[in-house]
């Protein structure tokens, strides 16, 4: 846990969040500023702020969390696809420093940016 941290925060049950799927490795939760029809946050339960700062035991927490995301995806209704990323560092548009995974979908995401 990560006092400053606004991901930490919403684990620990601090700030609201609308969660959609929770485990002792992973929180996922809506995205407050959602970017499309269905917007979702994976958060494994471990502060660690980018993909380059990763170790083996929090790798594996982010394994836990690709083997769950198909099933959140069905529960979903993402049917027919979704978008999964991760955004690493400020040009990527980082803004959370607490790893998380991106989940879009619920519409056509198009081919802009992959
Ligand atoms: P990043 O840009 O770091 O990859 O993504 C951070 C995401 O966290 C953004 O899409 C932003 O809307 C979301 N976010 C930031 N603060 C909060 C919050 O307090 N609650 C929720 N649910 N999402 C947040
Ligand atoms: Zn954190």
Do not use: W
């Not at 170790?55 to 529960?75: D, G, H, M, T």
């Not at 955004?87 to 879009?104: C, E, K, P, Y």
């Amino acid at each position: 846990m990560d006092k400053n941290c606004i991901f930490c925060k919403i684990i620990a049950g601090e700030i609201p969040s609308q969660k959609v799927y929770e485990d002792e490795s992973m929180l996922v939760f809506k995205d407050i500023q959602p970017q499309a029809k269905v917007h979702l946050l994976c958060v494994p339960k471990s502060h660690f702020a980018t993909l380059a700062e990763m170790n083996e035991e929090q790798a594996e927490l982010v394994k836990k969390c690709f083997i769950k995301i198909p099933s959140i995806a069905r529960e979903q209704g993402l049917d027919s696809g979704y978008r999964v990323i991760i955004n690493q560092g400020a040009d990527a548009g980082q803004t959370v420093f607490h790893l998380h995974i991106h989940i879009l979908g619920g519409q056509p995401m198009g081919e802009k940016m992959l």
